[in-house]
């Protein structure tokens, strides 16, 4: 079975088919770094990996590309609030960007291009616009003429006579239709600038994304990702720009999220409900943050509340219970145990099932719902009288491979801990033998105020951070 995607060009799940058999390139648009990410820029962060960890799993090596804006009207603007230059601005938000993104399992894309270390790229693109005749110079800015490309319009589903209706041209600008943007902007005294045939200046957004992706990607790619906000304008001209330019399609397949809602409002700065996750993280596991983000199709709206998350942390809790359960039952059994391969079955049953959902346009909700199937099914295993070390062996690597295609962690130990606190825990495991009560019960309010909870079951006792 295919996988199935949905394509926002098109308004319909198409199989996919790379252009190169077992190559997936694909470029999802990053954030503008003057400022720590909210928890809008952490969803299609989370779910994008999702998608490129999922063809991984199925054989698919994964060119994957997330630029940085380290140049903009927004960065001029926070330089000159603290007192400094852009790129130091944008240095320090990059390394917090992947320090969030990392602490919520996103992995590392192959290339994180930036705009200032591509500018070269730009400046060549836009020269190729205005040589070709879809783009023109205005008194040291530069416009793509919109009306030049007849299919404009085709990614939002509007026509260029709707999106007249609503243009205009603002005070200061040159352009020599509402339409037009900017490809190119003259600089202002005292702003950051490059040399370019049209003068100082700097590029407009979205031909910033059109260069890179050619230039690490190619003239065609698989998949352009994002969240649903870029779909228009930002995406509507990277096709404008970049199939002006190549004469041929700029990506086969349209990626986009859906918006997050804070309890049940639309997240904005003048509400007061702007979620850094910078902040989200320091109060919760991001473990949990990423598992509740991907308890929703990703084209769905999503609400996040104080309560939505600590139900995801309960259901997380389960799997992580089973798992650690069937972990522990591992050693104690044996091959002997009666419908081995029944269970076996079972177990490659429910895979199938996970792999079918995630190849319906990446269904992480529905996938959850397997992974809860997969654990209750070890729990009713568990249960049995005698159980097959194949079997525990099994449900583990199951676990394994599903739970990792979503980015989750299962695992408390991997999180070591420290040497200290193992030499308690078997101190307090041979004081229990001992019958030396008061001494474990020491210890278990030791470790406690270390953040580690022991829960002593008929496998063994078993740790927990609080």
């Keep these: 079975m295919s996988i199935k995607v949905y394509n926002t060009l098109t308004r ?18 990053g954030p503008t770094v003057y400022n720590y990410i909210h928890i809008g820029n952490a969803r299609p962060a989370i779910v994008f990996d999702t998608v490129r960890r999922y063809f991984e799993y199925q054989g698919y090596e994964v060119n994957y ?11 001029i603007k926070a330089a000159n609030e603290l007192g400094e230059e852009v790129p130091e601005v944008a240095d320090r938000f990059i390394k917090a960007y992947k320090d969030d993104v990392q602490s919520l399992g996103v992995k590392e894309a192959n290339h994180h291009p930036r705009v200032t270390e591509t500018m070269n790229d730009i400046i060549a693109f836009i020269e190729g ?17 919109t009306r030049s490309f007849d299919e404009y319009g085709k990614l939002s589903h509007q026509s260029v006579d709707e999106l007249r209706s609503g243009a205009r041209i603002e005070i200061g600008e040159k ?26 200046g700097r590029p407009g957004w979205h031909i910033e994304c059109s260069a890179m ?51 049940n409002e639309k997240m904005s700065k003048s509400l007061g409900n702007f979620v850094l996750v910078n902040d989200i993280i320091k109060e919760h596991d991001p473990n949990v943050v990423r598992f509740f983000m991907l308890s929703v199709h990703y084209r769905n709206p999503i609400n996040f509340s104080e309560t939505l998350l600590e139900s995801a942390k309960n259901g997380l809790e389960r799997i992580k219970t089973t798992y650690s359960n069937l972990e522990h039952r591992k050693d104690a059994s044996s091959n002997l145990a009666q419908n081995g391969e029944e269970w076996i079955n079972k177990i490659e049953q429910l895979r199938n099932r996970f792999v ?28 049995e009288s005698q159980t097959s070390e194949d079997v525990i062996k099994k449900f583990l690597h199951t676990f394994d491979d599903l739970i990792g295609v979503l980015g989750i962690k299962v695992k408390d130990g991997e999180q070591l801990l420290d040497e200290h606190v193992e ?7 041979e004081a229990r033998k001992n019958k030396d009560f008061a001494l474990a019960d020491q210890i278990r309010d030791e470790l406690k105020e270390k953040n580690i909870i022991l829960e002593d079951t008929p496998q063994g006792t078993r740790w927990k951070r609080g």
């Excluded at 509402?178 to 600089?187: I, N």
């Excluded at 304008?233 to 918006?259: C, D, L, T, V």
């Excluded at 030499?423 to 495991?429: G, P, V």
């Design 129 to 145: 616009l205005v040589d070709k005749g879809y783009a023109y110079e205005a008194g040291g800015d530069v416009y793509f003429k």
């Design 12 to 29: 319909q799940k198409e199989n996919f088919k790379p252009i190169e058999t077992g190559l997936v390139k694909m470029y999802v648009c």
């Design 423 to 429: 030499q308690l825990i078997e101190k307090r495991i």
């Design 65 to 75: 590309i997330l630029n940085f804006t380290d140049v903009d009207d927004k960065l």
């Design 213 to 263: 992706a050619k230039k690490y990607l190619g003239d065609t790619i698989d998949i352009h990702a994002g969240g649903q906000d870029l779909a228009f304008p930002h995406h509507e001209n990277e096709i404008a720009q970049s199939e002006s330019y190549n004469g041929q399609r700029f990506a086969n397949y349209w990626m986009h999220n859906g918006y997050i809602n804070i309890e």
């Design 356 to 383: 079918e959902e995630m190849n319906d346009d990446f269904n992480t909700a529905n996938a959850i719902s397997v992974l809860f199937d997969l654990s209750k099914e070890g729990n009713l295993y568990l249960n």
């Design 175 to 200: 352009k020599q239709d509402p339409l037009d943007f900017t490809l190119w902007k003259q600089a202002k005294p005292n702003e950051i600038s490059w040399e370019s045939p049209w003068g100082e």
